[in-house]
């Protein structure tokens, strides 16, 4: 089985060759339907879909009649701001035929890397697939400066797939994936199908930069490598064709890359071994019992807690004899933590005056300890 039909959650990522028409700058409309037309099919074979788009700039700049080849960064800035509109409406307009709705999701490097920005980013994304919303993500290039930049789309979707412990990441590009003899090739290239482990003689193997787009094959090459690191397979694979993503399930020309794990395992290990703990919960035998069947930490079972934490941070879980039962992430404060303590899901609420997780710590962000 390939792995589009084994994902449950697809980032595809679009570049700027393709979104464009390279003849006149504008939306490629006969392109972006054929691909609405796919992504309805995954949408109703039951898969979440997230859509990492390129373009906005090269709109832009077509649109602002701005003829110099290399923008500077408030031009760039300014064709960003006029072409995103533009590139929203377009996806807009192709994927309510299918009653698709859309959202615009814009991101900084800071928004992936500072972590109540991660956050923040990453409940509006599960909402919105909760909603059976489709994220379009861009690089906010309006505001971002050279030091808090992605630099190009393939790093900015590698990222959003990990937050979002996506299953498969879709790389589409002008190329069919990577051949053994790139970026010098032969007449006879050779087109590598699969890649279980990408190391420095993979690396090697590099195009150009696309005519619209900023990323060549060693950003996809980097990408593939952040995202499988994760537990996200990765495929590169030709846009342009009439239909891509059938092309790939159809086993087509493409290049996949083995993901080490799965991005739940993945998201697990990174929890029990990257992070120091900044508090700790302690929770009674009901609670304790609930752990052991690999459900979720409720306020509830918790009868006290130390320490000084916010949300999102590590915290040790303990039961009343001080043996530690698992770490994981917490998803309230040390300050709103203390007053939930003891109470129902139904009356955080109430006590906080306002709506929260139920959960102090859910069951995903949340590893047992193995004694």
Known sequence: MNPISKAKRIVIKIGSSLIIDQNNGRINNEWLSILSSEINNLIRGGKEIIIVSSGAIGLGKEYLNIKTKTLKLEESQAAAAAGQSMLIHAYNQKLEKYNIKIAQILLTLDDTEERRKYLNAKNTFDMLLK???IPIVNENDTIATSEIRFGDNDTLSARVAIMMSADCLILLSNVDGLYSDGPNFSKTPNLLKRVDEINPEIEKMAGDSSGYGKG???T????????TSSGCATIIAK????????NIINNGKHTFFKPIGTPQSARKKWIASSLNPLGRLFID????????????LLPAGV???SGKFSRGDLVLILDEKDNILARG??????????????????EIEKVLGYRGRDELVHRDDLVTEIN
């Open 131 to 133: 909603l059976n919303v």
């Open 216 to 218: 060549g094959m060693v």
């Open 220 to 227: 996809k090459i980097n990408a593939a490598k952040l995202a």
């Open 239 to 246: 846009g342009s064709l009439n239909k891509p993503i059938e």
């Open 285 to 296: 035998n009901g609670a304790k019992n609930a752990l052991n069947q690999n459900k979720s």
């Open 303 to 305: 009868v006290r807690v």
């Open 329 to 346: 992430l917490v998803a309230y404060s040390y300050e709103d933590a203390q007053l939930i303590i003891g109470h129902k899901s139904s």
